[in-house]
């Protein structure tokens, strides 16, 4: 089989705080059965999410992300 290629577009995913909606939610440790914790960088609050944030997710020109 040959290599292939193709051009893609990175996303940047981030997640504001749901407690002072400014700051940016930051991975602190290693996922649990909860999710993945992560912690405010301006008022400490913190939260259990689904996902890692920040995190980037590449696309193809002809595909647009979900979200
Ligand atoms: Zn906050």
Known sequence: MPAISRKVVPYEYSYLCDSCKGGMM?????KTEAGFPHK????????DLKAEYPHIEYYGEDEPPAL
């Open 26 to 30: 930051t991975c602190i440790g290693e």
């Open 40 to 47: 405010c960088v301006i008022c400490s609050h913190k939260a």
